[in-house]
């Protein structure tokens, strides 16, 4: 399946109508993220690479189980722009955008099912590859800077964020209409 980009300002704007009402629900969770992004600032070693990857996981309604890869993960170019060969955790995408994100939240956005309903993935085997994940950081990056941002977090996590907010049907394709880029490879 191609990756086609979408139209982000319907989801920017639902967030926005919805901010305020839930910003006092959303400190436990800014705490934690915020948490996480700061141990992710000072990973250097292979080491804690596992740390950030445990926590990661912590993070998520799933065990952290597969793990070699973090081995021989290359810190610096994940933090400089470059998605590894294969992923990182649990041989998902999912989660090793979550760790990548933590590492560089300006760099790489999170990736998951929700979000991936939205660009008409619906099924794991649509979503979770590296060139799935690669064209929507891709496409998410491309967009920073083109929506106003009333948070405190980056650009790329409010993006990514106003996308997992919106909550579809797990069957259920997004309707918004697509860019006229959509049929990129």
Known sequence: MKFAPIDLKPF?????????????????????????????????TAEDLMVL??????WMPTILKD?????????????AGEVPDKPLLNTS??????????LAPD???????????????VH???????IAYSEYADFLGSEVGKHANPT????????????????LPKDEKNTTPKTPAADMA
């Open 67 to 79: 793990h070699e890869n973090l081995k021989t993960a290359n810190i610096n170019a994940i933090r």
């Open 152 to 167: 405190d977090w980056g650009d790329l996590r409010f993006l990514e964020l106003c996308l997992f907010s919106d909550r």
């Open 124 to 130: 794991r085997h649509q979503y979770d590859k590296r």
């Open 107 to 121: 760099v790489w956005p999170i990736w998951d099912s929700r979000i991936a309903r939205h660009f008409g993935m």
């Open 53 to 58: 990857g445990h926590a990661t996981y912590g």
């Open 12 to 44: 920017v704007a639902k967030w926005n109508a919805n901010w305020a009402a839930s910003a006092d629900k959303q400190e436990h969770y800014t705490q934690s993220y915020a948490a996480l992004c700061a141990f992710g600032a000072r990973v250097e």
């Open 93 to 102: 995408w999912v989660g090793t955008s979550k760790l990548m994100h933590f």
